[in-house]
């Protein structure tokens, strides 16, 4: 019991002290687990861990197997709440790069890291294999913390974030296919029973998870299942997909997992917010113990194996070699560009499913006495620990040595989601602006994504909205809410990360009357609040233009308006397109020219 509530305290800590470092969680979890595990057999009395994992005749927690059906049972729901947070929306333009990622860039990985440790460490083929297919993962479990902490173009962080998700089944399946032919053996055989699982894992992965994602969310639509037991029946049916699948198709339970939570995802599906806040917290208190577990399941012996020079040139010919090849050449043709498809090679942390599995099966072949399985578990184990260190300490310095650190966050967070918002959503996504809407209101939301603008539920009192890597390029923040409280709280809350470049809302009623009042933070001028934008939205539903003759054309314009509740600026758009938000103190603008142009809502301007 001690050791059980040991694990549980010493996890939360560790992941309390990676949010105040600004550091992957794994990284304290690993080195935990490695202090209470083989180190501390150094300095015991009796030689034994201070927690053993497996039990042995003397002390342990889990009897026989039972801490690998844990594992990935465990596994399987943190694969499934990555796949809720997959949007079709994200790889618009960068959907070919992830597609080459998860399949090229497997086969670079697979092969090259085979060749690497055949040659360098002197295994047999088949471990030297193994030991490639299960380092092919890199995981969202470390690569999300590293991006929240890191302003980059929206399009690398989305290629990193569905890359470590969809490429986890990925390693797993490739793991599974070289165990297999392990355990069959080489020749004839080994050929026709690995296609034949292959192809049960991908037939039984994609029905059972599509499937199920859909009868889940007939469910829910149709409130067949109480509100109060959403999150625990969605969990019992992740669970029952992935434990249904690998019966029929021995280890495609991770892919029908993933395939569920992504077809969930992207179904509007009602309460989906709610149920990813439950899942992420699950998965958070699952990685914390994992982690612990499998990092205190490693034997001393097994850390002393691979201290050698070896270790250290088997990890640099991954990290310099194999990974920017593979990247390089899935993002051949693409629209990034050498300094992002750099950046993009040197993030590639390896996570929980590399070390579950590897765990696993390396125990499993050393059972059977296959020659060279002693060193699966410690050297993936030494890449997983090696590549969060190095990325964790080093992805920032990176990004601003090469150049993809956003200097300037130029994108735009809009909260409240109305037909207003939407309309000035869209025109700001037709010139070229990163643009995100929130919104407390499912049916708004939904709106904005028929119209094909980026939009999710969220609710600004919570505090995961800061740790949302969609939100990484936000420079601006607009509040249009009819609720001047959220407005205020927004602005005084989120300023400093989302509105670094300026943060706007909506004058409330009692400030329209109080003329003295004018907030410097208003948005538009000192009359437009949400009844009288929302009204000239109904009757006059068009973001319009007029181009400026000079500073004196824009400030008659300014007052025109003023007095013509149907004519509403918003932005001004310089020579070079950039686009400047008018405030209440619109007055305040100057050195207009001919070039510029103001953006307005409201009828077509009758300009005399």
Same mark, same amino acid.
Do not use: C
């Given at each position: 019991?001690?050791?059980?509530?040991?694990?549980?305290?010493?996890?939360?800590?560790?992941?309390?002290?990676?949010?105040?470092?600004?550091?992957?969680?794994?990284?304290?979890?690993?080195?935990?687990?490695?202090?209470?595990?083989?180190?501390?057999?150094?300095?015991?009395?009796? @030689?034994?861990?201070?927690?053993?994992?497996?039990?042995?005749?003397?002390?342990?927690?889990?009897?026989?197997?039972?801490?690998?059906?844990?594992?990935?049972?465990?596994?399987?729901?943190?694969?499934?709440?990555? @796949?809720?947070?997959?949007?079709?929306?994200?790889?618009?333009?960068?959907?070919?790069?992830?597609?080459?990622?998860?399949?090229?860039?497997?086969?670079?990985?697979?092969?090259?890291?085979?060749?690497?440790?055949?040659?360098?460490?002197?295994?047999?083929?088949?471990?030297?294999?193994?030991?490639?297919?299960?380092?092919?993962?890199?995981?969202?479990?470390?690569?999300?913390?590293?991006?929240?902490?890191?302003?980059?173009?929206?399009?690398?962080?989305?290629?990193?974030?569905?890359?470590?998700?969809?490429?986890?089944?990925?390693?797993?399946?490739?793991?599974?296919?070289?165990?297999?032919?392990?355990?069959?053996?080489?020749?004839?055989?080994?050929?026709?029973?690995?296609?034949?699982?292959?192809?049960?894992?991908?037939?039984?992965?994609?029905?059972?998870?599509?499937?199920?994602?859909?009868?889940?969310?007939?469910?829910?639509?149709?409130?067949?299942?109480?509100?109060?037991?959403?999150?625990?029946?969605?969990?019992?049916?992740?669970?029952?997909?992935?434990?249904?699948?690998?019966?029929?198709?021995?280890?495609? @339970?991770?892919?029908?997992?993933?395939?569920?939570?992504?077809?969930?995802?992207?179904?509007?599906?009602?309460?989906?917010?709610?149920?990813?806040?439950?899942?992420?917290?699950?998965?958070?208190?699952?990685?914390? #113990?994992?982690?612990?577990?499998?990092?205190?399941?490693?034997?001393?012996?097994?850390?002393?194996?691979?201290?050698?020079?070896?270790?250290?040139?088997?990890?640099?010919?991954?990290?310099?070699?194999?990974?920017?090849?593979?990247?390089?050449?899935?993002?051949?043709?693409?629209?990034?560009?050498?300094?992002?498809?750099?950046?993009?090679?040197?993030?590639?942390?390896?996570?929980?499913?590399?070390?579950?599995?590897?765990?696993?099966? &390396?125990?499993?072949?050393?059972?059977?006495?296959?020659?060279?399985?002693?060193?699966?578990?410690?050297?993936?184990?030494?890449?997983?620990?090696?590549?969060?260190?190095?990325?964790?300490?080093?992805?920032?310095?990176?990004?601003?040595?090469?150049?993809?650190?956003?200097?300037?966050?130029?994108?735009?967070?809009?909260?409240?989601?109305?037909?207003?918002?939407?309309?000035?959503? &869209?025109?700001?996504?037709?010139?070229?602006?990163?643009?995100?809407?929130?919104?407390?209101?499912? $049916?708004?939301?939904?709106?904005?994504?028929?119209?094909?603008?980026?939009?999710?539920?969220?609710?600004?009192?919570?505090?995961?909205?800061?740790?949302?890597?969609?939100?990484?390029?936000?420079?601006?923040?607009?509040?249009?809410?009819?609720? $001047?409280?959220?407005?205020?709280?927004?602005?005084?809350?989120?300023?400093?990360?989302?509105?670094?470049?300026?943060?706007?809302?909506?004058?409330?009623?009692?400030?329209?009357?109080?003329?003295?009042?004018?907030?410097?933070?208003?948005?538009?001028?000192?009359?437009?609040?949400?009844?009288?934008?929302?009204?000239?939205?109904?009757?006059?539903?068009?973001?319009?233009?007029?181009?400026?003759?000079?500073?004196?054309?824009?400030?008659?314009?300014?007052?025109?308006?003023?007095?013509?509740?149907?004519?509403?600026? #918003?932005?001004?758009?310089?020579?070079?397109?950039?686009?400047?938000?008018?405030?209440?103190?619109?007055?305040?603008?100057?050195?207009?020219?001919?070039?510029?142009?103001?953006?307005?809502? @409201?009828?077509?301007?009758?300009?005399?």
């Amino acid at each position: 019991m001690l050791e059980l509530a040991g694990i549980v305290i010493l996890g939360i800590i560790a992941q309390w002290v990676a949010w105040r470092l600004k550091l992957p969680a794994i990284l304290p979890l690993i080195l935990i687990g490695l202090l209470v595990g083989p180190i501390s057999s150094l300095y015991t009395e009796d @030689g034994l861990k201070l927690i053993e994992p497996i039990w042995n005749g003397k002390k342990g927690l889990f009897p026989g197997d039972s801490l690998y059906y844990f594992v990935s049972l465990a596994i399987s729901i943190i694969l499934f709440e990555g @796949g809720l947070t997959l949007k079709r929306s994200e790889i618009k333009n960068i959907g070919p790069v992830i597609t080459k990622l998860i399949t090229l860039g497997s086969l670079v990985t697979f092969f090259g890291a085979g060749l690497a440790a055949h040659y360098i460490f002197g295994l047999n083929w088949q471990i030297s294999f193994l030991f490639s297919a299960l380092i092919i993962v890199t995981g969202p479990t470390v690569i999300s913390p590293i991006l929240r902490n890191i302003p980059l173009k929206k399009d690398i962080s989305s290629v990193l974030k569905w890359e470590g998700i969809l490429i986890d089944p990925i390693g797993a399946l490739a793991a599974v296919l070289v165990y297999e032919f392990i355990s069959v053996g080489e020749g004839h055989s080994f050929t026709t029973t690995a296609l034949m699982e292959f192809g049960k894992i991908l037939l039984f992965g994609f029905t059972f998870g599509f499937t199920f994602a859909h009868a889940l969310s007939i469910a829910v639509k149709n409130k067949l299942i109480p509100h109060y037991l959403l999150n625990v029946v969605s969990l019992s049916v992740v669970l029952l997909v992935f434990v249904t699948s690998d019966v029929f198709a021995h280890e495609s @339970g991770l892919l029908a997992v993933v395939v569920m939570g992504l077809v969930l995802g992207n179904i509007n599906l009602p309460n989906l917010e709610e149920l990813l806040y439950f899942k992420e917290s699950l998965s958070v208190l699952l990685i914390s #113990i994992l982690f612990i577990l499998l990092a205190a399941n490693i034997n001393i012996s097994d850390l002393e194996l691979i201290y050698n020079w070896k270790t250290a040139a088997l990890f640099a010919v991954i990290i310099l070699v194999i990974r920017p090849l593979g990247v390089f050449l899935s993002t051949q043709g693409s629209s990034l560009k050498l300094n992002e498809k750099l950046f993009i090679s040197w993030v590639g942390p390896r996570g929980i499913v590399a070390a579950g599995i590897a765990s696993l099966f &390396g125990s499993k072949l050393l059972a059977k006495g296959e020659t060279g399985a002693e060193y699966i578990t410690p050297l993936v184990f030494m890449i997983v620990l090696g590549t969060v260190l190095l990325n964790a300490t080093t992805a920032r310095i990176v990004a601003k040595l090469i150049g993809v650190f956003l200097k300037k966050s130029e994108g735009i967070l809009i909260l409240g989601a109305s037909e207003v918002s939407r309309l000035i959503a &869209g025109y700001l996504q037709k010139n070229n602006r990163h643009v995100v809407l929130i919104d407390s209101n499912q $049916s708004n939301i939904n709106k904005a994504k028929e119209a094909g603008l980026g939009a999710f539920v969220a609710n600004i009192y919570a505090d995961n909205l800061t740790d949302n890597i969609e939100l990484n390029d936000m420079g601006f923040l607009m509040a249009l809410t009819g609720n $001047s409280d959220i407005n205020n709280f927004a602005i005084s809350k989120f300023k400093n990360q989302f509105g670094e470049n300026g943060a706007y809302r909506l004058v409330s009623n009692d400030e329209i009357n109080n003329s003295e009042s004018t907030p410097k933070e208003g948005l538009f001028s000192h009359t437009d609040d949400f009844i009288k934008i929302t009204e000239t939205a109904r009757k006059h539903p068009a973001i319009n233009e007029i181009k400026l003759k000079d500073q004196q054309h824009y400030d008659s314009l300014i007052k025109i308006t003023k007095n013509d509740d149907d004519i509403i600026p #918003i932005f001004l758009k310089s020579p070079n397109g950039d686009l400047k938000v008018i405030s209440s103190f619109s007055g305040e603008i100057n050195d207009i020219t001919d070039k510029h142009i103001l953006v307005y809502l @409201g009828k077509v301007f009758e300009d005399k």
